[in-house]
T-cell receptor, first 114, second 119 residues
Framework: DAGVIQSPRHEVTEMGQEVTLRCKPISGHDYLFWYRQTMMRGLELLIY????????DSGMPEDRFSAKMPNASFSTLKIQPSEPRDSAVYFC????????????FGQGTRLTVV | AQKITQTQPGMFVQEKEAVTLDCTYD???????LFWYKQPSSGEMIFLIYQGSYDQQNATEGRYSLNFQKARKSANLVISASQLGDSAMYFC????????????????FGKGTKLSVKP
C-alpha cells in the first residue's frame, strides 16, 4: 500500500478564497483523522471519522471549516473563506479499529494564506 | 476529558547518552493506548512505540523504551545511546476506547518536545 496520500503538498492562497485539502487513507482502515499543526498549538485534532461517519468535530475551529468522507477511500477538509490565521500544516491520518493501533500519517499539506 | 501534557519544550542530550522525555496524561477511561511519535525536520510523523493501559510490562522497541507508571499517569519515553539522527520533535499521544466512554477511539497529542543531540 502507498500509505496515506494527501494533496496538495503545498497550497498558497489569498485570504477569502476557498481551500480544499484531500486525503486518501490506507485501504481497510476504519478511522480517519484530520489534524492541524502550528508552532503555538501543536497538533490539534480537528475531526475524525469511523467507517465514514464523523464521530467528533469539536476540534473544528470555526464554521468556516468543514470535512466530508463520502466513501472509505476519500476525505476532504474545506476552508471557506480562508484567513491568514489558517496557515498551518494539515495532516490526515488513518488507522484500523482498536485502542492498540497506531495511526499512519500522510505527508501533510502546508497551507499558506496571504 | 482526555489530556496529554509534555512539559519539556526542548531538551539537549550528548551523543551516546540516554535521555528521558516526559509525558503525563489524564483520562477516565479504563482502557486506552499510549503512543510516541517522532517528527524530524522533514515533517513526517513516524510511529515509535506503543503501551497499552493493561500491559504489565514496559514496552521496548530497539533503543526506545517506555517507562509506564499507571498510578502516576505517566508514560515517559527513554532513548538509549542517543544518535545525531534522533534530533527531532517527539510527540506523546493517547487513544481512547471505541465502544464506551466519551473518547470513542480518538487520538490526541501533546504539544511535543524538541530533542537536540549534541556531538
Amino acid at each position: 500500500d502507498a500509505g496515506v496520500i494527501q494533496s496538495p503538498r503545498h497550497e498558497v492562497t489569498e485570504m477569502g478564497q476557498e481551500v480544499t485539502l484531500r486525503c486518501k487513507p490506507i485501504s481497510g482502515h476504519d478511522y480517519l483523522f484530520w489534524y492541524r499543526q502550528t508552532m503555538m498549538r501543536g497538533l490539534e485534532l480537528l475531526i475524525y471519522f469511523n467507517n465514514n461517519v464523523p464521530i467528533d468535530d469539536s476540534g473544528m475551529p470555526e464554521d468556516r471549516f468543514s470535512a466530508k468522507m463520502p466513501n472509505a477511500s476519500f476525505s476532504t477538509l474545506k476552508i471557506q473563506p480562508s484567513e491568514p490565521r489558517d496557515s498551518a500544516v494539515y495532516f490526515c491520518a488513518s488507522s484500523p479499529q482498536g485502542v492498540n493501533t497506531e495511526a499512519f500519517f500522510g505527508q501533510g499539506t502546508r497551507l499558506t494564506v496571504v | 476529558a482526555q489530556k496529554i501534557t509534555q512539559t519539556q519544550p526542548g531538551m539537549f542530550v550528548q551523543e551516546k547518552e540516554a535521555v528521558t522525555l516526559d509525558c503525563t496524561y489524564d483520562t477516565s477511561d479504563p482502557s486506552y493506548g499510549l503512543f510516541w511519535y517522532k517528527q524530524p525536520s522533514s515533517g513526517e510523523m513516524i510511529f515509535l512505540i506503543y503501551q497499552g493501559s493493561y500491559d504489565q510490562q514496559n514496552a521496548t522497541e530497539g533503543r526506545y523504551s517506555l517507562n509506564f507508571q499507571k498510578a502516576r499517569k505517566s508514560a515517559n519515553l527513554v532513548i538509549s545511546a542517543s544518535q545525531l539522527g534522533d534530533s527531532a520533535m517527539y510527540f506523546c499521544a493517547m487513544r481512547g476506547p471505541e465502544n464506551y466512554g466519551g473518547s470513542q477511539g480518538n487520538l490526541i497529542f501533546g504539544k511535543g518536545t524538541k530533542l537536540s543531540v549534541k556531538p
